[in-house]
């Protein structure tokens, strides 16, 4: 089993920033792939970006390719989701996720172990 557990939410303004930290514990595995996701009110669960722990391989939805950065501490097991430029459309519960070996980033259901999400929420 693997716990995930968020952290770094919050109220922002347009064009902010948040650094959204994701502390994974019990059975970690460098040939993991982590993700953040997000869902909004009355929408589906989305990707937001990945990253591939033994390779350090990043991928990013394109909604917020150039604006979000997503970085991996091994030694302390944490995923980083850095958001800048923040719009009001970024607000939602952002999830951290994690699933054994590699395959596409970016599938919802492929992903085995899911943390309990921070609410972030950017003002206009």
């Known amino acids: 089993q693997v716990q995930l557990v968020e952290s770094g939410g919050g109220l922002v303004q347009a064009g902010g920033s948040l650094r959204l930290s994701c502390a994974a514990s019990?059975?970690?595995?460098?040939?993991?792939?982590m993700g953040w996701f997000r869902q909004a009110p009355g929408k589906e669960r989305e990707f937001v970006a990945g990253?591939?722990?033994?390779?350090?391989?990043?991928y990013y939805a394109s909604s917020v390719k150039g604006r979000f950065t997503i970085s991996g501490d091994n030694a302390k097991n944490t995923v980083y989701l850095q958001m800048n430029s923040l719009k009001p459309e970024d607000t939602a519960v952002y999830y951290c996720?994690?699933?054994?070996?590699?395959?596409?980033?970016?599938?919802?259901?492929?992903?085995?172990?899911w943390g309990q999400g921070t609410q972030v929420t950017v003002s206009s």
């Open positions: 996720a994690a699933k054994r070996g590699l395959g596409d980033y970016d599938i919802t259901y492929t992903y085995d172990y």
């Open positions: 019990g059975r970690t595995s460098n040939s993991y792939t």
């Open positions: 990253i591939r722990w033994s390779y350090g391989s990043t």
